[in-house]
């Protein structure tokens, strides 16, 4: 099953139908970026580590800022609002591959 999400700067904005499916009740993701793509994975606690999975609008959509993750890989001015993401279950992660420059 696939998703869209957007990426803008750093920040990885989350639909509320996204978030529902793949990250219902959880605080905090983390983001790695490893080769082509981008790896989101959920963590159940906060204090376990991660970025705050935030409350974006009354919608329910949510935003993580990831700067550093993507700074760190040449990433930090990318901007993109439809980004296909699938969850990959051996993974535990929702992953987007990243487009080529």
Same mark, same amino acid.
């Given at each position: 099953?696939?998703?869209? /999400?957007? /990426?803008? =700067? ?5 639909? #509320? ?11 905090? /993701?983390?983001?790695?970026? =490893?080769? %082509? ?9 906060? =204090? $376990? ?13 949510? #935003? ?6 993507? $700074? !760190?890989?040449?990433?930090?001015? *990318?901007?993109? %609002? %439809?980004?296909? !993401?699938? *969850?990959?279950?051996?993974? !535990? ?9």
């Amino acid at each position: 099953m696939s998703a869209t /999400i957007s /990426i803008r =700067r750093g920040s990885v904005y989350v639909p #509320v139908g996204v978030y529902e499916t793949y990250f219902q009740g959880i605080e905090a /993701i983390i983001a790695i970026i =490893r080769e %082509d793509q981008l790896l989101i994975m959920p963590v159940q606690h906060v =204090r $376990a580590g991660g970025s705050l999975l935030k409350i974006r609008n009354a919608q329910g959509d949510r #935003v993580v800022a990831a700067q550093d993750v993507f $700074a !760190a890989n040449g990433l930090a001015e *990318w901007v993109c %609002d %439809d980004v296909t !993401a699938e *969850w990959d279950p051996s993974q !535990a992660a929702l992953i987007c591959t990243i487009p080529s420059s």
